[in-house]
């Protein structure tokens, strides 16, 4: 997956009426339900249980026929990964899925848009980060992204080969693989003897060292840095929620609650939305511009429309954000907790266009 199915997916527009069905399906080999083809059972009983919702003839129609595209497709579909998330929108007849390595509850939605959250939120959690193997030989490269180790060969690193060397290697694994964030791997003089050397650009991605022989297995590379992937999401989660409860109502940078937050993102100004994990909230949507509000409204006063309830206004949130290109911070365990004392989400915003210019 790269940045550009990515961006395909988080600009696809929001329909004026249902005709998007998003499926999450579990297809995790090593559960017992989902063996002998079990998943493609689990996927019949979700589009079953929302057609039993539609009665208008039209949108069963269209829904029909979005469930029998995905279903055709998983059909055909042998599974390797832990998870298979696919869209389907009858309106222009785009068609999108992938293979994730990270656990996901099944699920499907029949909307008007595109139902984004869990795999914005997968995103957020397995972030990308690169991997440098190295001792004093030989040098290995690897990107971790959603859970899937890839290992990349780089020509003319021999045993004469100095560390200043795989500093060339690093930036090229940097630029093209998109990779945020790094690992050192190997023995510990020669991980710290390398971080020593790192120019400011690229010491400032390392998040950690962690020693690995030079010849592990792929697998075994993922699992001992996955490790410190975690804890490192854990204390920018922690950090991220202190900023933002500390900041609250004291500057115009930030805001916190969800009736703040829905109108920061209803007037595009949300830079990163922070929210707690399993947090959600009925609401309401306007059907003509889709401006959200937590509490009932006779019109939408952006835009006069009338305004419909939503099952979960949170996750409708979330959606609006990462379509106006927002950042996702799902947070979780006791920085979740810490944000619920200020209304489980909140957002830092945009820096103001006018205070820029003056
Ligand atoms: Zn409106």
């Given at each position: 997956m790269t940045q550009g199915d990515l961006q395909l997916l988080f600009s696809h527009p929001e329909r004026p009426h249902r005709s998007v069905l998003s499926v999450y399906l579990n297809v995790d080999q090593s559960h017992?339900?989902?063996?002998n083809r079990g998943f493609e059972k689990q996927l019949k009983n979700l589009t079953s249980s929302i057609r039993s919702t539609i009665h208008d003839a039209p949108e069963l129609e269209g829904f029909r026929a979005a469930a029998h595209h995905i279903e055709?497709?998983?059909?055909?579909?042998?599974?390797?990964?832990r998870g298979l998330v696919m869209f389907f929108d009858g309106t222009d007849g785009f068609f999108w899925h992938q293979e994730i390595g990270v656990p996901i509850h099944t699920q499907a939605r029949w909307d008007r848009e595109l139902f984004l959250q869990p795999l914005a939120n997968a995103l957020d959690q397995f972030e990308r980060y690169g991997v440098v193997l190295v001792d004093r030989a030989r040098l290995r490269l690897f990107a971790v992204f959603l859970g899937e180790i890839e290992e990349f060969t780089r020509e003319g690193f021999g045993p004469n080969a100095q560390l200043r060397r795989v500093i060339k290697d690093v930036d090229w694994l940097v630029q093209t693989k998109q990779v945020h964030w790094l690992v050192l791997a190997g023995a510990s003089e020669i991980t710290s003897e390398l971080r020593g050397m790192l120019p400011k650009r690229l010491a400032l991605r390392?998040?950690?060292?962690?020693?690995?022989?030079?010849?592990?297995a792929a697998r075994d590379v993922l699992s001992a840095t996955r490790a410190i992937?975690?804890?490192?999401?854990?204390?920018?989660?922690?950090q991220t929620?202190?900023?933002l409860v500390g900041a609250a109502g004291r500057n115009e940078k930030t805001v916190a609650g969800l009736g703040r937050t829905l109108k920061a993102i209803n007037s595009d100004r949300v830079w990163e939305l922070i929210y707690s994990e399993g947090l959600a909230?009925?609401?309401?949507?306007?059907v003509k511009c889709a401006a959200l509000f937590s509490q009932e409204k006779t019109s939408c006063p952006y835009c006069g429309g009338s305004v419909d309830p939503v099952s979960d206004v949170v996750e409708r949130a979330v959606e609006h954000a990462v379509r106006k290109g927002a950042k996702i911070e799902v947070v979780t365990?006791?920085?979740?907790?810490?944000?619920?004392?200020v209304g489980g989400i909140g957002a830092f915003l945009k820096a103001r266009t006018a205070s820029i210019r003056a």
């Open positions: 017992r339900s989902n063996s055709d497709f998983v059909s055909a579909y042998e599974p390797r990964a390392v998040f950690g060292a962690v020693d690995v022989a030079i010849d592990a992937a975690d804890e490192y999401e854990r204390g920018t989660e922690a929620v202190k900023e909230s009925p609401g309401f949507e306007c365990g006791e920085a979740a907790a810490s944000l619920y004392n």
